[in-house]
């Protein structure tokens, strides 16, 4: 237990990673009022929106008018999804806070995710990086399917340090190692983050976990044993990838709130509001609400 970090920090990932996948298109304004709820439960760090093709993800085509929507505060994080220089041009005026690049450790996946190879990915990454860098703009990346692929399996701890690598050697700043499909067992989940410990320093690397097989929180316990304090959770575990058929959401933000305070760690985050949260976008899209704790303490208010 010494070993457990005092504080976590969570990057909620909803309005993006969540939203993305909904067939139905939500609302700017529903995206925008989600936003402004998370940050009113203490949440730092929002994946906000993505500037990706919206002939690819139809969901995010209204990035822009998210990022102007939302009040912004100073102390919060606001993260956009960048995969090229067209995704950065676009960005760009809006004022992110922090840009995203994604890779994966897997060939097969990036082919389907964002047409192009683990090698042709990171060169389109060296322009946005060199850029966002110039300009004083944290980049950080996401390397997908770091734990396994739907179309190739089990994925190896060495290709996520050889991705990691090559992120590093790029200049991205932080690396988040993702399960995007949820298949990790904690060992693997271990071993994939010790991966990604042998290039980056333990503050610049997260952990991204999705619940498809019910392991996230159990993924998180054993990688915070390895003092890693930063998380991407998604409130009402809202979510799936588009490309990764299958495969459902984030770990809930609510779940993993709850564990961590029961482990006596610090978030910043007022699990009761976050709950507000998670049942207004679940009421909002029509969807069960995807959080173990959040249904718990609903069904509590109720009675
Ligand atoms: P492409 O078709 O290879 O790109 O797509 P292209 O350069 O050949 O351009 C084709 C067309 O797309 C052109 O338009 C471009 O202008 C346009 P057209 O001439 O046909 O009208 N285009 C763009 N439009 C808007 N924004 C852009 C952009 N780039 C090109 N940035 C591309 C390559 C990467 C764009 C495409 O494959 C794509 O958008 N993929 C979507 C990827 C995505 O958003 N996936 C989900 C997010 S990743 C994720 O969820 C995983 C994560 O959560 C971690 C985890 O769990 O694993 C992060
Ligand atoms: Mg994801």
Known sequence: MSQL?????????????????E?????????????????????????????????????MADNAAVMAGIT??????????????????????????EIEVFGSASEAFSQKNINCSIAESIE????VVQAAREAGIYVRGAISCSLGCP?????????????????KHIGVQHVGIADTIGVGTPRKAQAALEAALSVYDIADVSGHFHD??????????????????QFDASVAGLGGCPYAKGATGNVATEDVVYMLHGLGIETGIDLDALIDAGAFISQHIGRPNGS?????????RAG
């Open 72 to 97: 912004r505060r100073k102390d919060v994080i606001y993260s956009v999804l960048v995969p090229n220089t067209k995704g950065y041009e676009a960005a760009i005026p809006t004022t992110p806070t």
């Open 5 to 21: 970090p005092e504080k976590v920090r969570i990057v909620e990932v909803g309005p993006r990673d969540g939203l993305q996948n």
């Open 292 to 300: 173990r704790v959040a249904n718990a303490i609903l069904a509590k």
């Open 124 to 127: 389109r990454f060296i322009p």
């Open 151 to 167: 179309y190739e399996g089990d994925i190896a701890p060495e290709k996520v340090a050889y991705v990691s690598r090559l992120m």
């Open 212 to 229: 498809t097989y019910g392991q996230a929180l159990a993924n998180i316990y054993a990688v915070l044993q390895l003092g890693v304090s």
């Open 23 to 59: 067939k139905t298109f939500v609302p700017t304004a529903v995206k925008v009022a989600l936003i402004d709820q998370l940050q009113a439960t203490g949440i730092r760090h929002i994946e906000t929106t993505s500037f990706v093709s919206p002939k690819w993800v139809p969901q």
